[in-house]
């Protein structure tokens, strides 16, 4: 109903940086949560980062802590995931989610998925 373009992966070596863009369309409120997932190969689809209601609350996994940052642009209905000091490890398909209930972003059941986009770091 409501979908979710992405844009921004790459290739980059190891300490280098990208920045993740999903764009949204349709009548998603700005109190929508918003978030990213990423899958490895042959890994399960894990959480990210969140960004909550008015942009005011983020919230990341240990993983990516000091890292990376999620931001939210109302005007341009985008969310952003600027990825600094990259490692092999966060090598995945990278995906943006939105959610009518924060709860359900958090339980990896958002109401939109976007289809996707390739992040890749060399070592």
């Known amino acids: 109903q409501v979908p979710l373009v992405e844009s921004g992966g790459g290739l980059v070596q190891a300490g280098g940086s990208l920045r993740l863009s999903c764009a949204a369309s349709?009548?998603?409120?700005?109190?929508?949560?918003m978030g990213w997932f990423r899958q490895a190969p042959g890994k399960e689809r894990e959480y990210v980062a969140a960004?909550?209601?008015?942009?005011?609350?983020?919230y990341y996994a240990d993983s990516v802590k000091g890292r990376f940052t999620i931001t939210r642009d109302n005007a341009k209905n985008t969310v952003y995931l600027q990825m600094n000091s990259l490692k092999p490890e966060d090598t995945a398909v990278y995906y943006c989610?939105?959610?009518?209930?924060?709860?359900?972003?958090?339980?990896?059941?958002?109401?939109?998925w976007g289809q996707g986009t390739q992040v890749t770091v060399s070592s």
């Open positions: 989610a939105a959610s009518r209930r924060s709860s359900y972003l958090f339980e990896m059941k958002p109401n939109y």
């Open positions: 349709g009548p998603i409120f700005s109190t929508y949560a």
């Open positions: 960004i909550i209601g008015t942009g005011s609350s983020t």
